[in-house]
């Protein structure tokens, strides 16, 4: 991925307010530069058509054959649905029954088919492999991976290859005591306290 499609997509997740700057106290307890409010990328369907146009270009560029695309629930099923769209495929999402992820019955269509996963943050990569297994299960050939952010900037392998992503983005979390913006005097801002009230 280019530099330039980097930058592009940067200035979309600002544009949607998905990806914050500043000074910020994760639920972890430590502190970090960026935060992502991932739930933000569907607020504005305009900004996402834009982010998820580059996604499509790049899904294209890796020239992989299948049916349809899939995505975990449920901050990327929008990003999934929108793909499918201009890819001409069809659309399927998992989600998690019990514990256990799963699609709905409705859609047994995909059972023997090609897919690619598309999800919107990498963080640890639990969801897509869950995903990966549920598609075995059916046994759907998985022809690709693709997300918006990899958080973890090719950390994360899954079945041992580095997932594609338009953003990879390493974010550092800080312990209060060594964290550098607390040093430099920047207000610390909790995301997400205005939800819980
Ligand atoms: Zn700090």
């Given amino acids: 991925m280019t ?3 980097q930058e592009k997509v940067l200035a979309l997740f600002k544009e ?3 990806l914050l700057q500043g000074h910020f106290k994760l639920t972890s307890g430590k502190h970090s530069e ?3 409010e991932k739930i933000r990328l569907i ?3 305009d900004v996402l058509d834009r982010i998820v146009d580059l996604l499509v270009g790049k899904i294209e560029a890796a ?3 299948f049916d349809t695309v899939v995505s975990p629930a449920y901050g990327a099923i929008a990003i999934g649905f929108l793909a499918a769209l201009k890819l001409g495929k069809t659309f399927a999402f998992s989600q998690r029954v019990d514990g256990k992820m799963s699609f709905r019955s409705g859609f047994s269509g995909l059972d023997g088919s090609r897919a690619i996963i598309v999800e919107d943050i990498l963080t640890t990569g639990g969801s897509i492999q869950e995903v990966l297994e549920c598609l075995k299960e059916k046994q759907v050939a998985v022809a690709g991976i693709h997300v918006l952010v990899d958080r973890t900037a090719g950390s994360v392998l899954i079945e041992g290859k580095p997932v594609g992503s338009l953003l990879a983005l390493k974010v550092e979390a800080f312990e209060p005591e060594v964290c550098p913006f607390c040093k430099a005097g920047l207000p610390l801002t909790k995301p997400g306290a205005s939800d819980k009230k």
Avoid: E, I, V
Wanted: hydrophobic share 25%; net charge neutral; aromatic share 20%.
């Fill in 63 to 65: 020239g992989a054959d």
């Fill in 34 to 36: 960026w935060y992502f």
């Fill in 43 to 45: 607020r504005k369907p």
């Fill in 16 to 18: 949607c307010d998905a």
């Fill in 3 to 5: 530099q330039n499609t």
